[in-house]
């Protein structure tokens, strides 16, 4: 019993604890920020990146894709105005037999 008492008044903080736990939880998400949106620091890395990763290939390879896209949506764009067509057509058809 002796052994527990003993034990049990030990404290584990005190209050100048607590404010510098309350100061670390504050400051980390606050500095992380800061350093994140830093772009001067990180320019010249972030340009040689982009300059090894475009190459004329990956160049040739995005227009590619950009005319796909437009000939994608062309194409997309005819077949919508034939079905307009067809429709207004029909509905052209069935108002002309409303009026018979």
């Known amino acids: 019993i002796h052994f527990y008492k003993r034990h049990l008044k030990v404290?584990?903080?005190?209050?100048?604890?607590?404010?510098?736990k309350m100061a670390i939880y504050m400051a980390f998400p606050v500095t992380s920020f800061y350093v994140y949106h830093q772009?001067?620091?990180?320019?010249?890395?972030?340009?040689?990146?982009?300059?090894?990763?475009r190459t004329k290939?990956?160049?040739?390879?995005?227009?590619?894709?950009?005319?796909?896209?437009?000939?994608?949506?062309?194409?997309?764009?005819?077949?919508f105005k034939a079905e307009l067509a067809k429709m207004r057509e029909e509905v052209g058809i069935l108002g002309e037999k409303d009026k018979q």
């Not at 404290?11 to 510098?20: D, H, P, T």
């Not at 990180?42 to 090894?52: N, Q, R, S, V, Y």
Request: charged content about 40%; aromatic content about 8%; cysteine-free.
């Open 11 to 20: 404290k584990m903080g005190n209050w100048q604890l607590e404010i510098a």
């Open 39 to 53: 772009v001067d620091w990180f320019e010249d890395e972030l340009t040689e990146i982009h300059k090894k990763i």
């Open 57 to 79: 290939d990956t160049i040739e390879n995005h227009k590619q894709v950009e005319e796909f896209k437009e000939m994608m949506s062309s194409h997309r764009d005819k077949k």
